[in-house]
């Protein structure tokens, strides 16, 4: 779910607000089936393998390290995004010095190397090995509780820490997870990445199947699982604050919770200095009132607050590769208004 895609069709945002207070889905697509995968993507894919099976044979921590420092190759010399990373990171932070941009910047670079080998290599864990790698949780109780009351839970989380092993985490505890995701460009990898995330214990709701499939996962009483820090396909969005400028932000979280009278959890895997990780989980309020559509617009904004909060805790833990900024609903546009953010 690290992809770096701008492929989002654009819709007519009026007519988005009037659609999405009666609806999650959006244009909604077929699921349909994968693409015929090109001579690229088999070389793509052959080399990951290759180095997925290279990077097994060391000890997690050492495969781990090896991960970040491929990751700063995308820094330098590469310079992949590298300007779009920076200029994001310093509009976050229009306080810090061009030092200290520079060196979140790095940092966010090593952090995603560190989490695309660990999520490659997570298959060949333990159900306890991957236990082990979470010895501090915070607030987890919460979910628990949530659960209880028989109504499912709706989990949102971002790109921060390891989202990969968070779900992970949640399914090794025992907990029935479903996860939304959307198709990876290289078909290869995204049967790889999602045969993956089965065998950790998840089953994968690709974002054209939710408005189908979540309903019915929830009346199940299973936790469902939404990254909700990236417009996504077919589903409808909301433009609430993030860092202070509006951001496009999936709203299927929120729609699904008032519709089901799901409460909704954000939890987030923060990597520790030794390795390993700290699991956070926070509820976030699910308030219904007579106004539907203003009532998913609070929320949206309640746990993007949260991730926001998160976020300026661990800044070099973001996935900041993604133009989080590109979208803005006409109002709010004027001629110098991207000039901050690449």
């Known amino acids: 779910m ?3 895609s701008e492929n989002e069709p654009e819709v007519n945002e009026g007519a988005r607000k009037d659609a999405a207070s009666k609806s999650v889905a959006v244009n909604q697509p077929a699921a349909g089936k994968l693409e015929r995968p090109t001579l690229s993507h088999r070389l793509e894919y052959g080399l990951l393998r290759g180095t997925v099976g290279a990077l097994g044979m060391l000890p997690w921590e050492t495969a781990a390290r090896a991960g970040a420092s491929l ?6 010399p590469f310079r992949i995004r590298r300007s779009v990373v920076t200029s994001q ?7 810090l010095s061009h030092s200290e941009v520079e060196r979140i910047s790095r940092e966010a670079y090593r952090s995603l190397g560190r989490t695309t080998v660990e999520t490659a290599l997570l298959p060949g864990l333990t159900r306890q090995q991957i236990l082990d790698l979470v010895p501090e949780t915070h607030n987890l109780e919460s979910v628990e509780s949530a659960m209880a009351l028989g109504r499912g839970v709706v989990l949102v989380t971002g790109h921060l820490g390891n989202w990969e092993l968070g779900g992970a985490y949640v399914s090794a505890l025992g907990w029935p997870l479903e996860a939304i995701v959307r198709r990876q460009g290289n078909p290869l990898f995204d049967r790889y990445l999602n045969r993956t995330r089965e065998s950790l214990g998840n089953r994968i709701i690709y974002d054209a199947d939710a408005v189908r499939r979540v309903p019915r996962a929830l009346r199940e009483n299973k936790v469902v699982a939404f990254l909700s820090d990236q417009g996504v396909r077919g589903l409808a969005s ?5 860092f202070g400028k509006l951001a496009k932000t999936p709203r299927g979280a929120a729609v699904f ?20 990780f700290r699991l956070v989980c926070e509820p976030v309020p699910v308030v219904e009132t007579d106004d539907r559509e203003a009532d998913v617009e609070r929320i ?3 746990y993007t ?3 926001e909060r998160w976020v300026r805790e661990e800044p070099e833990q973001y996935f900041w590769h993604h133009r989080r900024w590109k979208r803005q609903p006409p109002e709010a546009l004027s001629p110098s208004d991207n000039s901050q953010v690449k």
Do not use: M
């Open 89 to 95: 990171v310093a509009f976050a932070f229009p306080d």
């Open 305 to 307: 607050a949260v991730l």
């Open 2 to 4: 690290a992809e770096v």
């Open 71 to 76: 990751g700063l190759l995308g820094y330098s």
């Open 257 to 276: 919770a008032l519709r089901f009278g799901s409460p909704i959890v954000f939890v987030t895997a923060l990597r520790r200095p030794d390795g390993r």
């Open 238 to 242: 909301s433009f609430v604050p993030f």
């Open 300 to 302: 949206v904004t309640a």
